[in-house]
Structures are given as structure tokens and as C-alpha cells.
């Protein structure tokens, strides 16, 4: 518990985490009343269509996450935090898991606030909770925030200087998987499996989004396992960061 008050108070006590929160708030939400604000024929939105904005929101948390971990490694405060907790596994965990709970928060905030916002502004549209699929769209971006803040805190410990580590993670959820698509014969194959591709399935489910909208995961697991494979691949790339982090010098 003691880690975990410490992290907390590191990273509320300085500006960047603020910005980001704000950021990633207004970008989801505004992205979700610029839909409603735009679309004229309302048979168009749905409670999907009304959370698209969900992946802007989702950059600015890696951010975020990133920034917990190289920030310490750019002002070498890192080295005062193994020296007051030597055991290196449990403050980096802590540190994960502080910057998760802070990913969960936004992501329920940002889910709720542009679905409700939406009902707000177009409250002749069909955007009622129906069933599970529903309820996971706006629900379930609290949980792939929280996972993406822990992967993005792994990446942040194996590259440790901020500008490689938030290039990394931008170019990859934001390219690299859809260029996948391209490689001939197996891209589209593999990119079934690639982690965001997966997480998308989890908010999405099978039900589908107006024509209008971007097209839908190609991962063919069920929402539950989606969750459960995306939460995987988080803790994976965490330990092999706290794995690194242990054998190398601060």
C-alpha cells in the first residue's frame, strides 16, 4: 500500500497526467458530439457509432502511461525510487497498477460522457443499452484503457526515453497493425491477432456499425476472450519490462 501512495502522489504531482486526462476526455467525448452534431439522417447512430471516438482517447492514455515510467528515466529520479524500494518488480507493479486505475476512470468517464452526450443531443435516436453488446461498448473502454495504460508502462520500461517509446506505440496501434493487412497471402491472417484489432472486438462485439463508420474487427474471438487475450499481451510486455528493468543498471 505504501507503493502504491507513493506513485500516486509522483504522478499527480506534476502537470503532464492532468493535460493528458483532460485531453483524452475531450477528444473522446468531442468526437462523439461532433457525430451527433453532423449526421442528419439519425437512424445512422447507435450506442457503437456514438463511442467511435474511443481510439483517440485510447492514443493519448499511452501517452500518459508512457510518460509514469521515461519521465523518471529523463530526470534520473528513477535512481531514488529503486534506492528508497530496492525491490524493483514490486515499484514498477505499483506504478502499473496506479496508472491503470487512473486509465479505467477516464475510459468509464469518456464512455458514459459521449454516449450520454450523444442521447443529449439526439435524444430521437435509438441509443438505449438493449443488451450485453451495448453495455460492453461503453462499459468496456474503462477496462482497454486500463490494460493499454499497463502495456504502454511495459513498452516505457524495456525503451525508457520518452519520444522512442510514445513514437512506438503510436505508429504501431495507429499503422502497423493495418499495414499488416497488405503482406500477401498471410496479412490478413495474422492481423486477426494483432492485439488492437482484438481489443476492438471487445468493444465492439459482432454487431455491426453504420456503413458510415470504420470497418469492424476481423478477429474472430468472442468478447470475453478478446478481453482476456488483450490482457495477456499487457501483462506480457509489463513482465518482460520488469524482467529488463531488474537486469539492468537505473
Known amino acids: 500500500m505504501t507503493m502504491l501512495a507513493v506513485e500516486r502522489i509522483k504522478l499527480f504531482s ?52 508512457a510518460l509514469t515510467v521515461t519521465t523518471e528515466y529523463r530526470f534520473n529520479t528513477i535512481k531514488t525510487t529503486f534506492q528508497a ?17 487512473l486509465a479505467l476512470v477516464l475510459g468509464e468517464i469518456a464512455g458514459f460522457g459521449s454516449w450520454g452526450l450523444t442521447m443529449l443531443m439526439r435524444p430521437e435516436a435509438d441509443l438505449a443499452l438493449h ?6 461498448n461503453v462499459v468496456g473502454i474503462g477496462p482497454i484503457y486500463a490494460l493499454t495504460a499497463v502495456l504502454a508502462v ?6 525508457r526515453h520518452s519520444a522512442g517509446t510514445i513514437a512506438l ?5 495507429l499503422a502497423v497493425e493495418d499495414l499488416v493487412q497488405l503482406i500477401p497471402n498471410i496479412g490478413e491472417d495474422i492481423f486477426r491477432w494483432m492485439p488492437f484489432n482484438v481489443a476492438d472486438k471487445f468493444i465492439t462485439g459482432d454487431s455491426g456499425i453504420s456503413a458510415e463508420g470504420p470497418p469492424m474487427s476481423t478477429a474472430e474471438l468472442s468478447q470475453p476472450w478478446a478481453l482476456a487475450y488483450f490482457a495477456g499481451i499487457a501483462i506480457v510486455v509489463l513482465l518482460v519490462g520488469i524482467v529488463t528493468t531488474k537486469r539492468r543498471d537505473a
Open 14 to 65: 506534476t502537470r503532464s497526467p492532468w493535460w493528458c486526462a483532460l485531453i483524452t476526455l475531450v477528444v473522446t467525448i468531442g468526437y462523439a458530439a461532433l457525430v451527433a452534431g453532423t449526421v442528419e439522417d439519425t437512424s445512422m447512430l447507435s450506442v457503437q457509432f456514438a463511442e467511435l471516438g474511443y481510439a483517440f482517447g485510447l492514443a493519448v492514455v499511452m501517452v500518459l502511461a
Open 85 to 101: 524500494h530496492p525491490n524493483r518488480a514490486t515499484a514498477m507493479l505499483a506504478k502499473a497498477a496506479v496508472v491503470a486505475v
Open 131 to 136: 443488451g450485453s453488446t451495448d453495455w460492453i
Open 154 to 159: 511495459g513498452v516505457g520500461l524495456l525503451v
Open 169 to 173: 506505440l503510436l505508429i504501431y496501434s
